[in-house]
């Protein structure tokens, strides 16, 4: 990948599967992550599976990668959602493909804890009441992990 977050010439399409890792305290503060390109998109830990991974690993890789967190606690919220790949990385798949399986995921953690960027990916994060996180998570599917999480947590 390069820094601009294009793929270099001659390298493999991206799978079009990826997973989703709403981070969360028992306070419901939500992580959300600022990436490099487009500027301005709030997401969740999120990545593709890689060719021979399964869900779970690629949770447990993006959430390290991401994050530095570990997965101890990850759960597998049970929600597959498919959505339009944007425009802005549409190049990295195949041609024609234009639709991703993603895989949502959450992690609760007892309270706020430093996280260590990828600094390729990522330019910030920040922990925000669900509320504020709703507001500003670009994609459709991570607000609505994030809101199942919400709902959850109200019933319990």
Not at 38 to 50: D, H, K, M, N, R
Request: net charge negative.
């Amino acid at each position: 990948m390069t820094e601009n977050g294009s793929r270099p010439s001659g390298a493999a399409h991206k799978r079009p599967e990826s997973v989703l890792v709403v981070v969360y305290t028992a306070d419901l503060e939500v992580l959300l992550l600022e990436r490099h390109n487009p500027a301005g998109w709030w997401q969740s830990v999120t990545g593709s599976l890689e060719t021979d991974e399964q869900p779970w690993e690629a949770a447990v890789r993006e959430l390290h990668e991401e994050t530095g967190l570990s997965a101890h606690g990850l759960l597998d919220l049970g929600v597959n959602e498919r959505f339009k790949i944007a425009p802005a990385w549409r190049e990295r798949f195949a041609p024609g493909v234009t639709e991703n399986l993603e895989h949502a995921f959450a992690l609760r953690l007892s309270e706020r804890v430093e996280i260590t960027l990828d600094a390729t990916e990522h330019v910030r994060y920040e922990w925000l009441p669900l509320a504020a996180a709703l507001e500003r998570a670009t994609s459709p599917t991570n607000r609505a992990a994030i809101e199942l999480i919400g709902r959850f947590a109200a019933s319990c």
